[in-house]
């Protein structure tokens, strides 16, 4: 899988915490046209699962369900290799949100 500096950036978010779409675009400053794609390439390539939440758990905070991701094995070490190929994102993500915990 090709692992461009957009792709690198939102690969290293999920692995840090930032766990569905708006999180991670908050954490990368990405668009979500760009942010939603790479989620899904990521997914279809096998570096990102995926699971969607509780309808009940979304209907209680007055919102739609999330899509929360995670990093498979083979995810973690395309991780690594995109965090030595492009060095500046993790200070990028440096300056992002705080990671928010997953509801069940």
């Known amino acids: 899988m090709r692992v461009t500096y957009p792709t690198a950036l939102v690969l290293v978010a999920v692995t840090r915490g930032h766990r569905y779409g708006f999180d991670v675009i908050d954490a990368t400053g990405l668009p979500s046209g ?52 492009f ?9 992002g949100a705080a990671p928010r915990p997953v509801d069940a």
């Open 34 to 85: 760009t942010v939603y794609p790479i989620l899904r390439r990521l997914e279809d390539a096998g570096v990102l699962r995926s699971r969607w939440e509780r309808e009940a758990s979304a209907h209680d905070e007055g919102r739609p369900p999330r899509k929360y991701y995670q990093v498979t094995g083979s995810g973690a070490g395309t991780a690594r290799d995109a965090l030595a190929r």
């Open 87 to 95: 060095p500046g994102v993790a200070a990028a993500l440096a300056a």
